[in-house]
Structures are given as C-alpha cells and as structure tokens.
C-alpha cells in the first residue's frame, strides 16, 4: 500500500498520550458535569466537549457555553462549522478559554446540521476543509484534529476516504478520529446512523497503514477492554490504533473508563489508582456537587449524567432513579451501601430510617476508602 508521509518533522502531539482513551463529543450529554464526572473514574482520558457551532460561540453566551473547571483537563472542544474564517475565530475563543484540542466535526449526520452544510457532507469537500483545517492551525497554538466517519452514503471505499486525508494531512492535520461506519445522509435518524452502517474497523487500520505519521483513534461499538485492546493491536499485516474514543458505553457503564484506564496506564498507575472503587470517587464527586448547587445549578442537571456508576451492581436501580433526582451522591451511597449490605436494594426505603449510628459506621468506610486511595 502507498504510504503518505511527511518530510518534515511532525510537531510532537502533546495530547499523544491522553489520546489513547477518549471520549466521545456527544449532544446533551458530555457537558462540563459529564465530564468532571468522567474524569474522576479516568484520570489520564481526553475528554470531549458536545459539538458547538461557530455561530453560537461568535454570537452567543461564551461563559454558559465554553466555561468548565479546570479539574476536567485535558477537554478538547469540538466546532461544527464549515466557514474557514468563523471555524479560525472559533477555535482561538477555545483556545482562550483554556482548551486542549480544537476538533472539527465532520461525522454528524444529521438533517439540521446538513441544512447548515457541515457535519459528514463535509467529507464530500476535502478542499473546503483542507482550507478550514489551515485556517484553524494558523489561528491556534493547540492540536487541531478532525473527527470524521469512514464514507457518505454510497461513497464509501477505501479510496474515497484515503482521498480525504490525505488532503487534510497535506495541510497539516495529524490526528484523525474515526468513526468506524459510514454516513447515510438521506433515510437514517442520527441514531440510526450509530447503528444500522456496519462497522469497518479495519479501514482505519488501513488509514494508519497509509500515513503511519498521522495518529488515528478508532470509534464506534467500543464496549470492552478486550475490544479496544484488539482495535490498538497490530493485525493481519496492518497496524494498531493509536487510541480508542467510547461514547454510549461510557455514557451508560463509565466504569468501563476505569477498566481500560488501569489496562492502558498499567504500568504508571499507582497501588491507590489501581486499587480505585466506585465508593472511593463519591466524597470528590459530592464536593463538586455541593459547589455546584451553591452556584444554582440544579441536582438534576448533574445527576442525571451520572446515573450510570453502579451499572450492573447490587442497588444500581436504587442509585440511577435517586441521582437523576438529583439527589445528593454521598446521602444516596448512604443508603445504598446499606442496600448492599442486606443485597436487597428494595430495602432503600426502611435504611432511611435506620439509627444514625449505621450511618456513621458506613462514613467510616467510605472514609477509610478513600484514605486508602489518596496514600
Ligand atoms: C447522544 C449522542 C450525541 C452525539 N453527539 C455528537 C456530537 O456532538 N459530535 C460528534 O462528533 N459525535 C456525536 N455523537 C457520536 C459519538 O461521538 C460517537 O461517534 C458514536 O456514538 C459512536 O461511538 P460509540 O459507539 O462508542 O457510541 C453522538 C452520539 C450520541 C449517542
């Protein structure tokens, strides 16, 4: 196969080593209390902001869109936009603000973002993002990468996507995120387009076989260590991945963060960060809570992206509906970790009313925990 490569040094990524995990950009749910959620289970991950259209961050509310706390580095913030100029002035407001990465979306399929021409049509306009992709590189000192599937609509071999990058490694893109199915703009829900294209995981291995310089992460129906493992693992003559991006899987089951962290970071995590529980995140994450409902940010509003912690685990049910309640974490944990006890999560309501002394002695687990994993 004709490899691409580039004469020139490649500028070092700083981001190289966070890139191996990710996760995903996505709408409504990766907010900034996603993310410090995510964060706290995978301490060395990239984390992703949902898509912002360049029109919002020129004309709109910069603070109510773009702040986040510093605790959730590194967060790369993801543009929708087609207009080189606007996508330029929108990644140097990001890169003001504090973030790591300026990425283009050139994956969503979506008929509102197919109206406003950028998302996956733009992957029938390599020129145009070649264009914008340079622009945005000129405007900023941080990684520019671009997220993109691999075909739109019957547009879908190796050529076609090969031509794209190729045009967007010649001007300067390193870092490619792929989302490992096509785009069928016409018919599909963007839901469906998550799921009804099959996936083709090993185009992107061929990608990073034909510009071995270029970093790809691979995306889609990542849902095990084992999976992701097998996607960063050199097969049938053809590379590993650099790195995997999770989306739903990290969504509904975030400990699968976790799982992968201690598998990718073995080697440099320390006793505590392997030994890590999901009690052990809860005295951080109520901290965060609490600072945050003194702002007046609605429980429910952090909640609900967090109902997924105990997925899978005695009392998880009894967690999802208390947290997306927006109930405090450590008083649900509370009564959860007497749930637990008694392996009868349907107990909830009778351990409210259980002497303070039992509550005592669950904060002093909790505290010992969490001890142990701060040594
Ligand atoms: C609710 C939701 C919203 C999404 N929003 C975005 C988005 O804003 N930008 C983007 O590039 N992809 C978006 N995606 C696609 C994901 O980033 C990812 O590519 C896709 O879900 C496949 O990965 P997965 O199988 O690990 O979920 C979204 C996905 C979901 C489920």
């Not at 990710?22 to 995510?38: G, L, N």
């Not at 002035?89 to 406003?116: D, F, M, T």
């Not at 429910?300 to 005695?314: D, S, V, Y």
């Amino acid at each position: 196969m004709l490899q691409h490569t580039s004469p020139a040094t490649p500028c070092p990524d700083p981001l190289a080593d966070a890139r191996r995990l990710s996760v995903a950009p996505m709408m409504d749910w990766t907010d900034r209390h996603c993310r410090f959620f995510h964060r706290l289970i995978a301490p060395r991950a990239l984390l992703y902001t949902e898509m912002i259209t360049t029109g919002a961050i020129l004309h709109g509310d910069r603070s109510r869109l773009l702040d986040f706390s510093q605790a959730e580095q590194p967060v790369a913030l993801q543009l929708g936009g087609s207009e080189p100029n606007d996508l330029a002035r929108a990644a140097r407001v990001g890169e003001e603000w504090g973030y790591s990465e300026i990425n283009l979306n050139c994956g969503c399929p979506s008929e509102r973002v197919q109206q406003g021409a950028f998302g996956a049509c733009l992957m029938r306009e390599p020129d145009l993002v070649a264009h914008a992709v340079a622009a945005m590189q000129a405007a900023v000192k941080i990684p520019v990468t671009v997220k993109h599937r691999i075909g739109v609509d019957d547009q879908d071999d190796f050529e076609f996507i090969a031509r794209f990058v190729e045009r967007l490694f010649a001007a300067g893109c390193r870092v490619f995120i792929v989302h490992a199915r096509s785009a069928i703009l016409k018919g599909l829900s963007p839901k469906e387009n998550r799921e009804i294209p099959p996936l083709r995981g090993q185009i992107v291995r061929q990608l990073k076989a034909a510009f071995p310089q270029a970093t790809f992460v691979g995306n889609g129906g990542l849902k095990s260590t084992e999976q992701a493992l097998e996607w960063m693992s050199p097969s049938d003559d053809l590379p590993g991945l650099d790195g995997v991006m999770l989306g739903r899987a990290a969504y509904h089951d975030p400990w699968i963060l976790q799982r992968l962290s201690q598998t990718l970071w073995a080697e440099t995590n320390t006793a505590a960060q392997a030994g890590t529980t999901r009690e052990a995140i809860l005295p951080a994450l109520e901290a965060y809570f609490e600072a945050q409902l003194k702002r007046g940010v609605p429980g429910k509003a952090m909640g609900r992206h967090w109902h997924g912690l105990f997925h899978g685990q005695p009392g998880a049910r009894h967690w999802r509906r208390e947290i997306s309640e927006g109930e405090s974490p450590m008083a649900i944990w509370r009564r959860y970790a007497f749930a637990e006890s008694q392996f009868a999560p349907a107990t909830s309501i009778e351990s409210r009313s259980q002497p303070a002394a039992s509550h005592r002695s669950v904060d002093s687990r909790l505290t010992t925990r969490t001890r142990a994993s701060q040594a």
